[in-house]
Structures are given as C-alpha cells and as structure tokens.
C-alpha cells in the first residue's frame, strides 16, 4: 500500500474547501503526516474545535522522521540547495523518502518540482 504526506498547503486548502481526494485517502487511511504540518497548521486557524483539529491531525500514521544530520545529508546528497525551498519542506520531502512507499503531495511549485524530480510527487493517484 502506498502513502501520501500531505503539506501544510493541501491542508489549508482542504480546510477551506473540501477536498474529496484527501477525504478519500483519509478513510482509507492512506495519508501520512508530519509533526512540522501540525505545528504550521496550529500557528494558523484550523477548522474549529481548533484543539481537537490538531490532536485528530497528531492522531494520523506519522511519517518517518529525518533528523538533522539526515536531512543536511539529503541536502547535499540530492543537490537540494538554492532550490526555493526551506527548511520546513526539505524536512518534509527527506520524511517521504525515508517513509516507506510514500508520496508527497503539494500545491507548492518548487517543492513539488523537487517531489517530481527525485521520483515522490503525488500527482493525483498514488502509486
């Protein structure tokens, strides 16, 4: 079975509006996520009841986690530098490849560009 990390973006947008495949993927228990997502989702304003939006998003399978050294690693392993991205998403994007079957799933362009590029960017179906 594969998985999807989905960012902060899908996120918000879901929250915003529905999205019909993230709910999907949800139920199926197919989506993956990240404590950085929680913490920018909680610095913004999730749906209410905030608090129990942030525990149930906490709640979901976690991706495996890069530590520093791993994910300055896959900086330079992956040429990840001058890229556009930082360091929140470089974190998420060193989760998916550490996560086993995963996909990362983004509105971002430069961080899915760099998902495309090393073979993790979920466009839609997964793997």
């Known amino acids: 079975m594969s998985f ?7 996120w918000v947008q879901h929250f915003r509006k529905n999205n019909p495949l993230l709910e999907s993927l949800l139920i199926n228990d197919r989506i ?4 950085l997502v929680v913490l920018e ?4 304003s999730p ?3 905030r608090a129990k939006t942030i525990e149930q998003m ?25 890229s556009g991205c930082g360091a929140i998403d470089i974190s ?4 998916t490849l550490l996560s086993e ?9 430069k961080l899915g560009a760099l998902a495309t590029k090393l073979k993790v960017g979920f466009v839609g179906k997964p793997h």
């Open 92 to 95: 998420l994007l060193a989760a």
């Open 47 to 49: 749906p209410s009841p």
């Open 101 to 109: 079957n995963a996909q990362l799933w983004t509105l971002d362009k």
């Open 4 to 10: 999807v990390l989905a960012d902060t973006s899908i």
């Open 58 to 82: 906490g709640l979901l399978r976690q991706a495996v986690l890069a530590g520093t050294e791993e994910t300055l690693y896959f900086i330079e392993e992956y040429k990840l530098f001058d």
């Open 32 to 35: 993956i996520c990240h404590p």
């Open 41 to 44: 989702i909680a610095c913004g």
